[in-house]
């Protein structure tokens, strides 16, 4: 791998002074410009980017211009090469404000096979993955692995955050690792979470964070299992009112009422009733209400249904 570069400031210079004169390298270029060159872009220093990859991603300034070199690297071998220095360390850079970009961009830059390492070392101990997808940061990257490796890999991981499902469902962060888990497990993981959800309904579809696993498995899973979701949660009283003005399990709610029977539906309805004054004065509620509306002239209902399901999440 050729020398990436030199750092144009010292790395005991003060992280405030440093965003000031010296910014990461400017990425929108003028017509006719050719995009800069990571040793031309650091040229004039003498710090150099090999062997302090890991001192730099756990600084402001220093993480942006990693992150700018696994960019703009020309071969997947350079980048491996940067990634090594961050081998052993890869837990401790997830919790940290800066070094997480710096994974992040390892995961959309590299080949899932090169991502290994943050796999093994989220597996190191008992519990890690689970306190790590609950972490601010940390779970970002345990949601990027999800979606980037195929299942096999991360089997692990998955194995790891089902063992503590409730908990992170309902967790404010461990919740996108689990709506993460339900898009791109496979279909026998997404079976044991939807029936995850059914059972405990009542705790994660009443907490704020939960409320978006019971949209996501509403989404995901197998028709047989939404079945189950939606009869579990007709059972508990004052919850589809409560999820149809929910930010994150609006959407939910008319996917529960497609999937009942006539008898369930009608029973459904008469719970919502109940609820209407709420949801037409809620700011998602509403949207709720205006499919129940819509679902008592003929026809109305399916085109209603599928003006709700076309809206973009806020």
Known sequence: MAMVGSLPFALNEPAYIRLERYPPPVRTLTPGDEPLQMSTALKGGEETLTGKVGLLSL???????????????????????????????????????????????????????????????????????????????????????????????????????????????????????????????????????????????????????????????????????????????????????LLAQGRHSYRAVPQMLEVLDEVERLQAHGSLAQDLPALRAARYGRTVAKYLDAEMSPGARSIALAELLEQNSD
Not at 95 to 121: G, W, Y
Not at 129 to 151: E, F, P, T, W
Not at 213 to 239: C, F, S, T, W, Y
């Open 59 to 241: 600084d402001p300034v220093g993480s942006r211009w990693v992150q700018d070199a696994l960019e703009k690297a020309s071969t997947d071998d350079e980048r491996e090469t940067l990634a090594k220095e961050l081998h052993g360390r890869a837990v401790t850079f997830m919790k940290n404000a800066h070094a997480n970009h710096v994974l992040q961009k390892c995961i959309r830059t590299l080949p899932a096979e090169s991502l290994q390492f943050m796999i093994d070392e989220l597996l190191e101990r008992e519990g890690l993955a689970a306190s790590i997808a609950k972490h601010r940061y940390g779970g970002r990257i345990v949601q990027q692995l999800l979606k980037k490796c195929d299942a096999a890999q991360v089997g692990g991981i998955a194995e790891a955050l089902m063992h503590d499902a409730v908990t992170l469902a309902c967790a404010t962060f461990g919740t996108y690792s689990m709506q993460h888990l339900l898009q791109f497990g496979t279909d026998e993981q997404v079976h044991r979470l939807a029936e995850m959800v059914a059972e405990n309904v009542a705790t994660v579809g009443r907490s704020s964070a939960g409320s978006g696993v019971v949209a996501a498995a509403m989404e995901h899973a197998a028709a047989e299992d939404k079945v189950l979701i939606a009869r579990a949660a007709l059972q508990e009283p004052g919850l589809l009112g």
